[in-house]
Nanobody, 125 residues
Framework: QVQLVESGGGLVQTGGSLRLSCAVS????????MSWFRQAPGKGRDYVSS????????TYAASVKGRFTTSREKTQNAVYLQLNSLKPEDTSIYYC??????????????????WGQGTQVTVSS
């Protein structure tokens, strides 16, 4: 059973940085897409970024490209999301998600069966 546990959220000023971690366990092999989504109060769950567990280039939503960086470290069983140049509109709960296989649209949250509990990121102006 796949388990994902996020950590690293917090309160930061505009322009600041945070590093989110997602501890990963229970994967059956390496053919997984690991993604980050975020959800602001009263809004839907928005795509942030993806990377494959087997290794490869990360993909990003246009709103975060150039500011956020996704990486994975298999030896640590973790996926990371580095958030730089944060803006108040980045305030959300950030979720780690995993889907087995590479088919489908990686940016669609309904394609993921495995989710973490989320970690709150708040950016003050």
């Amino acid at each position: 059973q796949v388990q994902l546990v996020e950590s690293g959220g917090g309160l930061v000023q505009t322009g600041g940085s945070l590093r989110l971690s997602c501890a990963v366990s229970g994967l059956a092999g390496s053919a997984y897409v690991m993604s980050w989504f975020r959800q602001a109060p009263g809004k839907g769950r928005d795509y942030v970024s993806s990377i494959t567990w087997s290794g490869g280039a990360a993909t990003y939503a246009a709103s975060v490209k150039g500011r956020f960086t996704t990486s994975r470290e298999k030896t640590q069983n973790a996926v990371y999301l580095q958030l730089n140049s944060l803006k108040p509109e980045d305030t959300s709960i950030y979720y780690c998600a995993a889907k087995k296989g590479f088919a489908g649209t990686w940016s669609a949250p309904d394609g993921y069966d495995n989710w973490g509990q989320g970690t709150q990121v708040t950016v003050s102006s």
